[in-house]
């Protein structure tokens, strides 16, 4: 049994080194889906005023509650997310050298890293509703080389044989979900909505990408195809593409092209697209492609176990948070709902506790005689 100033010690520096940790990781969750460089500039700006942070004003936990959530130099208000993604990315550090220490305690770097995606990963996902690729595949990559690293990730001896189950592991979880993605779209993959009268729509680029509008609503043309065989039908009562008008028509959109008929239009060449719809079919996913490409990260760190109770541990929260939102009278909320949040969830439940649910389980459904 370890002293008592050694737990302390070893303990109050997991949570610093997390909480700290958990300032970069603010910067990654906002420049990532941006498409802006973790590194340049070095130090963190305010989003209103891009006023660089001295250090002072950039301490963990400290300086939020110092400054009272705001920019030291406009006075505009700090989202209270920097300080609570510094505070739970130091109480999952803390969490994890309890875990793993005193006898385990190599697992405490490889487990920090992938706590620290999960919170990447699940930030970007509830905000932009993706999870990057240098998370997903490159949490792939590093947990492929930590298992070859440390063979205690696998639960191996032999350095090789570590990394063949990481792999198996990040198989297991591509696979499995990739199935999922291809089923559903084979059985949910269209949605038909008839509108109770004809409502106007316009077609309006919008720099690489476009917008649709119907009625008051607009989306994102990009958010409708995520595949190239994705089709947008619409039963148009009146259209006028280019000045050129038609008359009950069926616009059946691609992802770069649309069509009336025999006659095919590029979408580059559309200067102007306009009518009005009586009825939409609209493509869709069971479930994003990056959720595939996360549960293989997962899979690659913790093994192929892991995959299987990550994926049942977060369908069952993701389920109990959906029906929560429609008997709260909000089911807007629950419309489009990020899975990468819920697998992450699921991971961690398998981190701290998931071999012992499972043994309870176990001996709950088949009690020795």
């Known amino acids: 049994m370890p002293p008592a100033y050694y737990v302390y010690l ?79 990315t130091g109480l999952l550090f803390l969490g994890v050298w309890w875990k793993v220490s005193p006898h385990l305690w190599v697992l405490a770097f490889p487990y920090w890293i992938l706590v620290s995606l999960f919170v990447i990963a699940t930030f970007i996902d509830f905000e932009f509703f993706i999870i990057p690729d240098e998370i997903t595949w490159g949490g792939v990559v590093a947990g492929v080389l930590l298992s070859l690293a440390i063979p205690t990730m696998m639960g191996a001896n032999s350095y090789l044989v570590a990394a063949g189950w990481s792999l198996v592991g990040a198989a297991a979880g591509y696979f499995l979900l990739w199935g999922v993605v291809e089923l559903g779209k084979k059985m949910f993959g269209k949605k038909r909505v008839v509108l109770e009268k004809p409502e106007p729509f316009t077609w309006t680029p919008d720099g690489e990408d476009a917008v649709l509008q119907i009625g008051a609503d607009k989306d994102k043309w990009s958010e409708f195809f995520a595949r190239e065989s994705d089709r947008l039908v619409m039963q148009c009562r009146t259209v006028e593409i280019n000045q050129e008008e038609f008359e009950d028509v069926t616009l059946v959109f691609h992802f770069n092209r649309v069509t009336i008929g025999q006659k095919t239009w590029d979408l580059d060449d559309v200067r102007s697209l306009s009518g009005t719809v009586k009825e939409i079919t609209i493509p869709r996913e069971a479930m994003g492609f990056g959720d595939v490409k996360f549960i293989a990260a997962i899979g690659a760190f913790l093994g192929w176990k892991a995959v299987l109770f990550t994926v049942m541990a977060g369908s069952s929260f993701g389920a109990i948070i959906g029906v929560a939102t429609i008997l709260l009278g909000k089911r807007e909320w629950s419309a489009k709902i990020p899975f990468g949040p819920y697998l992450a969830l699921g991971a961690l439940v398998w981190m701290f506790a998931g071999p012992e649910i499972v043994a309870w389980y176990l001996g709950f459904v088949q009690p020795a005689v």
Do not use: T
């Open 10 to 88: 070893f303990s109050a520096f997991a949570f610093v080194l997390g909480a700290s940790i958990g300032s970069f990781l603010n910067v990654c969750i906002y420049r990532m889906p941006r498409d802006l460089s973790v590194n340049k500039p070095r130090r963190s700006f305010c989003p209103k005023c891009e006023y660089q942070i001295p250090w002072w004003h950039n301490i963990p936990l400290v300086s939020w509650l110092v400054l009272c959530g705001k920019c030291a130099n406009c006075g505009a208000p700090i989202r209270f997310r920097y300080f609570g993604v510094e505070l739970l």
